[in-house]
Structures are given as C-alpha cells and as structure tokens.
Antibody, heavy 129, light 108 residues
Framework: EVQLVESGGGLVQPGGSLRLSCAAS????????MNWVRQAPGKGLEWVSYISSSGSTIYYADSVKGRFTISRDNAKNSLYLQMNSLRAEDTAIYYC??????????????????????WGRGTLVTVSS | EIVLTQSPGTLSLSPGERATLSCRAS???????LAWYQQKPGQAPRLLISGAASRATGIPDRFSGSGSGTDFTLTISRLEPEDFAVYYC?????????FGQGTRLEIK
C-alpha cells in the first residue's frame, strides 16, 4: 500500500526541540520530492519545508527558517523534520506530503509541479508550558 | 508571496445541488499551477484537482476545476453526502507555496 506515516509529535515546552519522522512505503521514495505542511488547530494549511529527491535542494517558510531542519534518508525511506526553539505558534498537526514526479511535455519543457498527491495522517505537536 | 482568498467562507447547500467555490489570487498564478484539496474532520487533505482543471486519480467527474490568471473555480455538479467538507486551493506557481483559508461546505 502506498502510504506515508508520521511520528514523533507530542507536548514540548517553549524553546524546546522535537524531531518528526515520516516513513514512506509502497513507492520508490528516493524518486520523489517531499514536503512538510502544517495545520494549526481549527486553522488552514501552511507549507513548512521542501526537500528534493536527493536532498541537495532545501527550502523553508520564513516562519521556520533558522529553527527547523528538513532531511531525508533514502536508504530508510524516511523524511525528517528537526524542530528547535519551538514557539506556541508552532502548535499544529504536521503532515508529510509527496510531490508527484516531474515530466517532459511535447515541447521538451520539464514540469516540476509542487502540488501534493499523497499525504500522511499527520502528527500533533503542542508547544506549551 | 501570492495570497489566495477563497469565497464564500461557508457554503450551505443540500445534496443534489450544485456547488461553486471561488479562489482568487493576489497575483497571476503562472501556468495555472493551482490545486484543490478536500479535507474531512480528522483526516489529511486529499488532492482533487491540479493544473487548475486536471482531476486526480480516482476523483469523481462531478468535481471540475476551471480558471486562469487570478480567478479559479471548483465546481461540484451534484452534491453527494460525502462531499460536505472543507476545501482548500493552493498555488504552486511561485515560491513560497501558499494555500487559501478554506471554504466550508455544509449541509443545509
């Protein structure tokens, strides 16, 4: 079965750290770009971070830049998010999400479209004293 | 960044009716790189539409997307009971990726 399963969430104090994991199965993980997306309780979706299939290219939202680190281990089919200096506003469900593989059109133009075709069920991070 | 504004905030309709959801962007979305997702309580979002109009695998044909530039629409032609949920649009034409605030589709 094609799936993503997040883990590692929990309750942490402001200023603390947490490491989230996302285990992929049912597809060739090393061929896909991955992201973390979060959702605060009762709120909308917010993109957090992106990592290329090889791990060589990484991007972050301004709200987490300098505090969060995304990484992956293709041998273990796993994606990670190291979260440091956590704040109350980081409280959210964190989803890992897959970007579909890019493709060449008839003109030879390469399309790398960053929408999310597969999501995990999420893991809840609560930052509170 | 591109701000996406969805309207209405809440849409109250009955099964069998037609639903029209709007997503307006603060700047033109290049290449119609606009996606729609459905989210039910306690579940992860599910991809419905990419490229403004392409249905994802397994999505019923009662769901359709249209639009370009700054104005996009998700239409559900005939509502089924399982369609009542929150819907989000997302643009991926320009970094950073951004989402709309969502439209809640509720049973009237």
């Amino acid at each position: 079965e094609v799936q993503l399963v997040e883990s590692g969430g929990g309750l942490v104090q402001p200023g603390g750290s947490l490491r989230l994991s996302c285990a992929a199965s049912g597809f060739i993980f090393s061929s896909f770009e991955m992201n973390w997306v979060r959702q605060a309780p009762g709120k909308g979706l917010e993109w957090v971070s992106y990592i290329s299939s090889s791990g060589s290219t990484i991007y972050y939202a301004d709200s987490v830049k300098g505090r969060f680190t995304i990484s992956r281990d293709n041998a273990k089919n796993s994606l990670y998010l190291q979260m440091n200096s956590l704040r109350a506003e980081d409280t959210a469900i964190y989803y890992c999400a897959r970007v579909p593989r890019g493709y060449y059109d008839r003109s030879g133009y390469y399309h790398d479209e960053w929408y999310f075709d597969l999501w995990g069920r999420g893991t809840l991070v609560t930052v509170s004293s | 960044e591109i701000v996406l504004t969805q309207s209405p905030g809440t849409l109250s309709l009955s099964p069998g009716e037609r639903a029209t959801l709007s997503c307006r962007a603060s700047q033109s979305v290049s290449s119609s790189y606009l996606a729609w997702y459905q989210q039910k309580p306690g579940q992860a979002p599910r991809l419905l539409i990419s490229g403004a109009a392409s249905r994802a695998t397994g999505i019923p044909d009662r769901f359709s997307g249209s639009g370009s530039g700054t104005d996009f629409t998700l239409t559900i032609s005939r509502l089924e009971p399982e369609d009542f949920a929150v819907y989000y649009c997302q643009q991926y034409g320009r970094s950073p990726i951004t989402f709309g605030q969502g439209t809640r589709l509720e049973i009237k």
